[in-house]
């Protein structure tokens, strides 16, 4: 099955509709199913579909004359090989196949490394010949840090040249819990909460055994499939893995500040910066600020608090790093009992509230919240409380906050992810926790997994509290994969290369 990317098919097919040339940068972190989406856009289309591969780069433009001669274009019945880049470049044109030419060149960063040429060559073939002719260059690759540092760069020779940059991210949930249409909504929420939206780690799982079977037998066993993925992607991408594994290991367990981690490695915070970027860089860790931090804060602020971005790097950090031990002595169902099991429910807690956030960007794409807000986050700060003359201070926090673009409407949100119904205390908890600014309109919402007692439903329909619960998930992701059977999209074969 091909599930989801829709918004990355439209972005690729309204270019290749378009009535110029044009040169596309994709890129993505590893395992995020970039390959397979152009996989699917070139079907039927007159393409050249090239994945590089770290090789010297005379091999490189052997493999890569090779796979463009295949086709049949005129040039393959005088030569096996391009003279030089320039000439392999500028035979896309001759594509035998009517309508727009693609070329797509996979993990564009490795040809570079062979050859730190070709971007001045591509340049250079771009400028004076092919940005006239009826062609599609896409340029994809998983380094993050080349794409946008090197590739994008001003002092690269592409730069300005790009007709399109797309980046592309894990998958929403909508789309993600369609791996696993047969399982219950709390289960499709942990492995969510487990795998995130990447789709190679998605499609590791097996939807027709349970997710205690799935966790145990794909990621606990020693040697199963993604045991040693996290060890993998670090030592494929960084260096000093020992330290990086101290300071990963370190953010999962809560410790959100330079100083707390620093605390917790006894690393020098000036070294801990560096990781740190690095890691942003990568995609693994982000750097959180309360939503209505102003640009100029965030700038000289030492507020932000550091979390992993990565659900499976969380989950492995968590439960299979800490029990390394064990696990290499064949205990995986032991530690699933004992170690995993307990915490389950609570550790998708946070990917409930990452969806709950996700529900209201579709709904205020929809238009149908009571304004459009234009940003959405988490929100915490001290507060200060006055009440009958006693004033004392608390920091408090909010699961949603999302405002209009003058912060003069608000909508306030929390997130119930337990195995009870919410009751009006939750709420007006919530009113207690944010001081509203003058001037302003203020909304609340609610989410509640296990529904909400009548008292609070009494009192959501007299002061307009918007409430929703498992049904109304169940029901709009149901609506969701109707829609998309009677469009035609979003199901086809998934196939997703073990480098992607």
């Known amino acids: 099955m091909f599930i989801g990317r829709k918004n990355e098919l439209q972005f690729l097919e309204s270019r290749y509709l378009s009535s110029s040339a044009e040169l596309i940068v994709l890129y993505g972190r590893r395992r995020i199913g970039k390959t397979e989406t152009l996989t699917q856009f070139i079907k039927g289309k007159p393409a050249v579909f090239y994945a590089c591969t770290e090789t010297p780069d005379s091999e490189q433009l052997t493999r890569f004359s090779t796979k463009l ?3 049949g274009m005129p040039a393959s019945r005088y030569t096996s090989r391009f003279r030089n880049w320039d000439e392999a470049i500028l035979s896309i044109r001759d594509l035998p196949e009517k309508g727009k030419k693609i070329l797509v060149i996979d993990e564009f960063p490795y040809m570079c ?3 730190p040429a070709i971007p001045s060559i591509l340049q250079n073939v771009w400028d004076h010949e092919l940005a006239k002719e009826n062609v599609m260059i896409i340029l994809c690759g998983s380094s993050m840090s080349f794409m946008e540092k090197e590739l994008l760069a001003e002092k690269n020779p592409l730069y300005g040249r790009a007709t399109g940059i797309y980046r592309m991210d894990p998958m929403p949930f909508r789309d993600a819990q369609q791996f696993f249409p047969d ?23 097996d939807g027709k055994e349970d997710l205690k079977h799935n966790i145990i037998h794909r990621i606990l ?8 993925e996290v060890d993998f992607l670090l030592r494929q991408e960084l260096r000093e893995t020992n330290i990086y594994n101290a300071i990963i290991e370190a953010v ?9 981690i620093h605390d917790k490695t006894g690393l020098d915070k000036s070294k801990i910066s560096v990781y740190l970027k690095n890691l942003i860089e990568l995609g693994i860790v982000e750097r959180e600020f309360s939503i209505l931090t102003s640009t100029a804060e965030r700038a000289k602020s030492q507020r932000g608090l550091y979390h992993l971005t990565d659900p499976y790097f969380q989950f492995w950090y968590t439960f299979v790093y800490p029990n390394v031990s064990e696990l290499e002595t064949n205990d995986a169902e032991g530690v699933y009992r004992y170690m995993v099991e307990p915490k389950l429910h609570e550790f ?3 990917a409930f509230e990452k969806i709950c956030t996700e529900w209201i960007r579709d709904m205020n794409r929809e238009n149908r919240l009571p304004f459009h807000f234009v940003r959405v986050g988490r929100w915490w700060d001290k507060v200060n409380h006055r009440e009958n003359g006693r004033k004392w201070s608390t920091s408090e926090e909010i699961d949603i906050l999302a405002c209009s673009a003058d912060q003069s409407r608000i909508l306030l949100g929390e997130c119930k992810y337990r195995n009870e119904k919410t009751g009006t205390d939750v709420y007006r ?3 207690s926790k944010f001081i509203v600014p003058p001037d302003t309109h203020l909304w609340y919402c609610l989410f509640s ?5 009548e008292p609070m439903k009494d009192l959501a329909a007299k002061e307009g509290v918007l409430c929703f619960d498992r049904k109304d998930m169940e029901r709009t992701l149901l609506e969701e994969s109707c829609k998309i059977r009677n469009e035609g999209g979003g199901a086809g074969k998934l196939g997703i290369r073990d480098d992607e």
Do not use: C, V
């Not at 999962?252 to 707390?260: P, Y």
């Open 113 to 115: 490394k062979g050859n």
């Open 69 to 71: 001669l295949s086709t």
């Open 449 to 453: 997994f296990s529904g909400f007692t």
């Open 221 to 228: 066993e020693k040697g199963s499939i993604l045991y040693s």
């Open 183 to 205: 399982w219950s909504l709390e289960d499709r929420i942990s492995a969510f909460s487990i795998l995130g939206g990447i789709p190679y780690y998605l499609s590791r799982f």
């Open 252 to 260: 999962a367990l809560g410790n959100t500040t330079l100083s707390l």
């Open 348 to 350: 998708a807690s946070h």
């Open 429 to 431: 908890k919530l009113q």
